[in-house]
């Protein structure tokens, strides 16, 4: 069993900066990509942003330059600093990776259960 756990939602004010961890816990050999992706109300979800193993990072535009992944390859951990924040970063944001159980298992991508994350005007 593999679980994504998640932790630094809240609520903050617009222009503060929220701390995003996911950390993987399991039957874990590899994992290749680890990123967030959130859902806004009315929205399907989508990519925030991913970074490789190799630290090879990617935005969506509309995070560029104010969230910065980072990632922890020996802890399996992953971290997204978000800084000035908009109401429209509101939304639940999910930790997600690509992983596999062992180097002879194929690659499958797991899901947290998502933190919440509210910008007020």
């Known amino acids: 069993q593999v679980q994504l756990a998640e932790s630094g939602g809240g609520l903050v004010q617009a222009g503060g900066s929220l701390r995003l961890s996911c950390a993987a816990s399991?039957?874990?050999?590899?994992?290749?990509?680890m990123g967030w992706y959130r859902q806004t109300p009315g929205n399907q979800r989508e990519l925030v942003s991913t970074i490789t193993s190799g630290g090879t990072t990617n935005y969506a535009d509309s995070v560029k330059a104010r969230f910065s992944i980072s990632r922890d390859n020996a802890k399996n951990q992953v971290a997204l600093q978000m800084n000035s924040l908009k109401p429209e970063d509101t939304g639940v944001y999910y930790c997600?990776?690509?992983?596999?159980?062992?180097?002879?298992?194929?690659?499958?991508?797991?899901w947290g259960q998502g933190t919440q994350v509210t910008v007020s005007s």
């Open positions: 997600n990776a690509a992983l596999r159980s062992s180097e002879d298992r194929p690659w499958y991508r797991y």
């Open positions: 399991g039957s874990i050999s590899s994992i290749n990509v």
